[in-house]
């Protein structure tokens, strides 16, 4: 399978019952991202001036906040590696890594027959199976495709445990990009006014 660059290869919260490996080329993990523009004074000539400030879900609003959407990219993804993500199962979650480490080897253990049973009869209303990202390619990219079903199947469980620990890796939280996008911002305004500081003083 093949994508040109700025090709669409999915989309964020699409189902798929098959996972894909990138052979060439590479693409960009892409998350729709909430933010508050919120009014904080006026500036010269009577316009507004605004910030962004993290969204949460159920967060006080002000009159004249507005949510507003902003994607983000989360990483960059190159050959061998795979997307979407494998839904959660048992202890393989980014939410319990703290307590992964402490589980015993036969604890860590796969029932493979369960994984497949979850795979095989997924939900389609069930938004945790979705992907967590949209997937953009950079490039023209080659693609390997496979179902779930079937690698879960022929792989070996260390092979499948290394693909449900990814997660760990692959699953950036929101807030996370939210940090990462407004730090940047912020960083980017004041080099900005520093530079527009130095212009004017030099006159």
């Not at 390997?144 to 699953?171: F, G, H, P, Q």
Request: aromatic residues 8%; proline residues 3%; glycine residues 6%.
């Amino acid at each position: 399978m093949q994508y040109e660059a700025r090709e669409i290869m999915i989309v964020e919260g699409a189902q798929s019952a098959c996972v894909h490996w990138i052979l060439k080329g590479s693409c960009r993990a892409l998350k729709k991202v909430k933010f508050v523009k919120r009014e904080t004074g006026t500036i010269i000539g009577g316009g507004k001036k605004y910030s962004l400030v993290a969204y949460t879900d159920g967060m006080p609003l002000e009159e004249t906040d507005e949510v507003v959407e902003q994607m983000l990219c989360a990483m960059e993804l190159t050959p061998g590696s795979l997307y979407p993500e494998f839904p959660r199962y048992k202890h393989y979650s980014n939410q319990e890594s703290s307590i992964q480490m402490a589980l015993s080897d036969e604890e860590r253990n796969i029932n493979k027959l369960e994984l497949i049973a979850r795979l095989t009869y997924e939900d389609p209303d069930d938004q945790a199976l979705g992907s967590y990202y949209s997937i953009v390619a950079n490039t023209k990219c080659e693609i390997a495709v496979m179902s779930r079903v079937d690698y879960v199947r022929l792989a070996s469980n260390e092979m499948v445990k290394s693909v449900l620990m990814d997660r760990e890796s692959y699953i950036v939280p929101v807030q996370r990009l939210q940090d990462v996008f407004l730090e940047k911002r912020n960083w980017d305004m004041y080099k900005r006014k520093v530079v527009a500081g130095l212009v004017s003083g030099g006159k």
